[in-house]
T-cell receptor, first 114, second 111 residues
Framework: DAGVIQSPRHEVTEMGQEVTLRCKPI?????LFWYRQTMMRGLELLIY????????DSGMPEDRFSAKMPNASFSTLKIQPSEPRDSAVYFC????????????FGSGTQLSVL | GENVEQHPSTLSVQEGDSAVIKCTYS??????FPWYKQELGKGPQLIID?????GEKKDQRIAVTLNKTAKHFSLHITETQPEDSAVYFC??????????FGTGTRLKVLA
């Protein structure tokens, strides 16, 4: 099992540019989460998908952030336009249907917006 | 709102000694309490968890205790090894997916 796969591992971009983060959940897991980690705010849930449907997007900071899950094996988190305060580590996590509370995290994307 | 307080923020122990990390939660409806270990450059990894109907759970060198009345739960690591060095997060859930994470404890095991 390859685990949750995220790409890219590191992203450096300039303010105003569009950023797209990608995630492949563990095969068979039907819940997918996007989290953001910063020193100031810790781990924050951005959005939760279940069976490819967004269930809770109340953590998405503002309209500049959007997330999609077109199929069970792929999700994207897009920031457009990016701002320096978006700099953080973004994690994708998935969990199985029988134990949705047990999160399996990817290695994260370190985003730096200059 | 709901929150989880975690202490200490940093902890240094000698190899072979025990380490204890404590968390307090506010939502009395919380029913699941996992602990995650995060190594440098990696995502958090679930290492042990406990549900509200259990007072203690042990897995080799790690154990978790829960006091529902006091809304406290703790992680105990015995016979610490250098590879235990990492950041540890506690969390609480009420319902199925809304995690409230603690602020993390950076554990250093000194050889």
């Amino acid at each position: 099992d390859a685990g949750v796969i995220q790409s890219p591992r590191h992203e450096v971009t300039e303010m105003g540019q569009e950023v797209t983060l990608r995630c492949k959940p563990i095969s068979g897991h039907n819940s997918l989460f996007w989290y953001r980690q910063t020193m100031m705010r810790g781990l924050e849930l951005l959005i939760y998908f279940n069976n490819n449907v967004p269930i809770d997007d109340s953590g998405m900071p503002e309209d500049r952030f959007s997330a999609k899950m077109p199929n069970a094996s792929f999700s994207t988190l897009k920031i457009q336009p990016s701002e320096p305060r978006d700099s953080a580590v973004y994690f994708c996590a998935s969990s199985p249907e029988a134990q949705v509370e047990k999160l399996f995290f990817g290695s994260g994307t370190q985003l730096s917006v200059l | 709102g709901e929150n989880v307080e975690q202490h200490p923020s940093t902890l240094s122990v000698q190899e072979g000694d025990s380490a204890v990390i404590k968390c307090t939660y506010s939502d009395s409806a919380s029913n699941y309490f996992p602990w995650y270990k995060q190594e440098l450059g990696k995502g958090p990894q679930l290492i042990i968890d406990i549900r509200s109907n259990v007072g203690e759970k042990k897995d080799q060198r790690i154990a978790v205790t829960l006091n529902k009345t006091a809304k406290h739960f703790s992680l105990h690591i015995t016979e610490t090894q250098p590879e235990d060095s990492a950041v540890y997060f506690c969390a609480a859930i009420s319902g199925t997916y809304k995690y409230i994470f603690g602020t993390g404890t950076r554990l250093k095991v000194l050889a």
